[in-house]
């Protein structure tokens, strides 16, 4: 049974940095595509990192371009969104989530979520205030 389970949100004052990580089993990372999505309550879910199956390129959204970075570790099956220069805008919950579908990385993350990926973790939660 695939699984992914997120660490690494808390607090963090505005400046500061949180690295999150995303334990994934179940699923050989090598030929999966992965991302990092967020939601604030109230307001629709917003994809911000991701990585296709062909690994071409990783799309970021411009919410979180130049601060957030998305990385792999295939040898701990980890996915990673390190977060610098956090500002109160990214207090969310943040979702790793996987897809074994072919498509790119923009479509990922800004196409219908729910049909591009197949398995969500049930989210970590970061907070940015002084």
């Known amino acids: 049974q695939s699984q992914l389970v997120e660490s690494g949100g808390g607090s963090v004052q505005p400046g500061g940095s949180l690295r999150l990580s995303c334990a994934v089993t179940?699923?050989?990372?090598?030929?999966?595509?992965v991302g990092w999505f967020r939601q604030v309550p109230g307001k629709g879910r917003e994809g911000i990192a991701c990585?296709?199956?062909?690994?071409?390129?990783?799309y970021y959204a411009d919410s979180v371009k130049g601060r957030f970075t998305l990385s792999i570790d295939t040898a701990f099956s980890t996915v990673y969104l390190q977060m610098n220069n956090l500002n109160p805008e990214d207090t969310a919950v943040y979702y790793c989530?996987?897809?074994?579908?072919?498509?790119?990385?923009?479509?990922?993350?800004?196409?219908?979520?729910?049909?591009?990926?197949?398995?969500w973790g049930k989210g970590t939660r970061v907070t940015v205030s002084s």
């Open positions: 179940g699923l050989t990372l090598d030929s999966t595509a």
């Open positions: 989530a996987a897809s074994i579908r072919w498509a790119n990385s923009q479509d990922l993350c800004t196409g219908d979520h729910d049909y591009y990926m197949d398995y």
């Open positions: 990585l296709s199956r062909s690994r071409g390129y990783t």
